[in-house]
């Protein structure tokens, strides 16, 4: 699926309180520019020191690379990927490290209104992700508008659906509310940050989510499966379609950027936990 792009010109203009200057790589036929990464930011973001990383958190279930002859090779998303599996617990995958602090998702006893009030938090948090990469502050992240991977629409319809069946909607609570703010101020002060949670949020969602949704569905729903755990065309193309551009965007990064990115991996996995132990609410 073709994504939008912004066109530049070639002066060197401003976005925030950062200026960009040109490199050499290109995408989509566009000249990219490379931002300049801000002081690294402390760890204290209002979240609690010890935080349950729960499975939904889980990034993109392995896949086989083609070698550079079959045209994709191994890229930035690789890193990704091995940070965020290192955050696991080890009864979550191999690559984990961490001791579990939560029981497994089959003990778990969701109820109706902890469920919509992830539902509702979630929605917060996509919502502010696409408008984000709408207005595209930073030219990279209009590469990422009309993935297929956009949730939005399906939650408000999964909303929609609830509200039908007689439930009362809430209003979105703290952990989303919190997320979505920082989302808001990564993506306008630190790109290469913001591009982590992205690509934490939507591939997360893509593997693990969709196992947490299959189990709270069994349990809770009815098996019901809502609009939120389906995609209108092929996932795994979607997916991969959204690792090349991720892998095209760091092309143009520096190896410190590139760390930068990295190690805003936990932080992701904080927020987007905080949001899930509401089902358990």
């Known amino acids: 699926m073709a994504s939008s792009t912004l066109p530049l010109s ?16 290109s995408l989509s036929g566009v000249r990219l520019h490379r931002l300049p990464s801000r002081p690294r930011r402390g760890t204290a973001v209002g979240l609690p020191l010890r935080t349950m990383v729960i499975s939904a958190t889980t990034t993109e279930m392995p896949k086989k690379r083609q070698t550079a002859s079959g045209g994709r090779g191994r890229g930035f998303v690789d890193e990704m990927r091995t940070v965020a599996m290192k955050l696991h617990t080890r009864d979550q995958s191999k690559e984990g490290e ?48 009309n993935t297929g991977l956009e949730r939005s629409e399906k939650l408000a319809k999964d909303l929609e659906w609830f509200k039908d069946q007689g439930h009362t909607i809430p209003e979105p609570s703290a952990p989303g509310a919190s ?40 349990k809770i729903l009815d098996n019901k499966e809502l609009e939120f755990y389906k995609w209108d065309d092929d996932l795994s193309k979607l997916l991969q379609n959204v690792r090349d551009k991720l892998n095209s965007v760091a092309s143009s990064w520096s190896r410190e950027e590139k760390d930068h990115c990295l190690e805003e991996t936990e932080k992701s996995f904080k927020y987007s936990g905080a949001i899930l132990r509401l089902i358990l609410s």
């Open 179 to 218: 997320y979505a703010l920082y989302l808001e101020e990564l993506s306008e002060k630190d790109p290469q940050a913001f591009i982590c949670h992205f690509y934490n949020v939507y591939f997360a969602h893509s593997a693990g989510g969709r196992m947490i949704g299959r189990k709270v569905a069994e």
């Open 10 to 25: 070639q002066s060197t203009p401003s976005f925030g309180s950062f200026r960009i200057r040109p490199v050499s790589a």
């Open 98 to 145: 961490k001791e579990s602090e939560a029981p497994p998702v089959a003990k778990w006893e969701p109820s109706i209104e902890g469920y919509l009030r992830f539902l509702v938090d979630s929605k917060l948090v996509y919502d502010t992700l696409e408008t984000i990469v709408q207005k595209a502050v930073c030219p990279w992240y209009a590469e990422f508008r």
